[in-house]
């Protein structure tokens, strides 16, 4: 972590295929927090700050504009050697995230510097489920099924695992809502404890 005073609240990262409880998750985990957590859409941040390109109408999708929103499908910057990415997206939630107390909410997590997170919680369902929640959410076939697909093919866990160290990526099953509530509690024992380690009474 980059600030000079120590965070006093963690950043959490809630990643998943599309579907799978992310805004769900980080809702519930903002009401029963210990410590306040504002929860960062991204996607919806992406919205509001005007940093998508168009909207795709076939796919029902933004297209995010990579020169301000840097959306690295792959896992290093296109357009910066220094290690700097000159990303609008991530020079505005620098200030919000460096603070600490922050739940970041997207499908991918590979975009964020590692010093930012703390804990990345990586959500899973089962397949045919995930299926019938994006079918509810009337998504269409095509982008029903490249979601499915990356489900099963744990894209978004590899990506997470491959972008930050093993001992901060939790995998937890999103099937119900006993592992909705379950969840919750786990990560906020897990907050508990980080600020037990840290002194923060
Ligand atoms: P995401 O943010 O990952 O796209 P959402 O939180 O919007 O997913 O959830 C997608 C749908 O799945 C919603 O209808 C939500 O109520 C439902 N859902 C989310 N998590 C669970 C869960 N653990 N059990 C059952 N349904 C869930």
């Not at 919205?47 to 990579?66: G, N, P, R």
């Not at 959306?71 to 939630?93: A, I, T, W, Y």
């Amino acid at each position: 972590m980059s600030s000079e005073t120590p965070r006093q609240a963690p950043v959490i990262i809630i990643t998943g295929t599309p579907g799978t409880g992310k805004t769900t998750h980080a809702q519930l985990l903002a009401e029963e927090s210990p410590v306040p957590l504002q929860h960062i859409n991204v996607g919806e941040w992406v919205k509001e700050k005007s940093l998508y390109e168009a909207y795709d109408e076939e796919w029902q999708s933004y297209t995010v504009d990579e020169d301000k929103a840097c959306l690295l499908v792959h896992h290093q910057c296109m357009f910066s050697d220094s290690g700097h990415c000159p990303s609008q997206l991530l020079d505005e939630l620098e200030p919000v995230v460096s603070a600490g107390g922050v739940i970041l909410d997207w499908h991918t997590s590979d975009v964020f510097p590692e010093r930012w997170a703390d804990l990345v919680v990586v959500l899973r369902c089962d397949h045919t489920q995930l299926w019938d929640r994006l079918e509810k959410r009337g998504y269409p076939l095509k982008k029903i099924q490249e979601n499915n697909e990356a489900e099963i093919m744990e894209v978004v866990l590899d990506e997470a695992r491959s972008s930050y160290a093993s001992e901060i990526v939790i995998e937890l099953k999103s099937e119900g809502t006993e592992d909705l509530e379950s969840n919750v509690s786990r990560i906020v024992q897990w907050i508990e404890a980080w600020r037990r380690d840290r002194g923060i009474s």
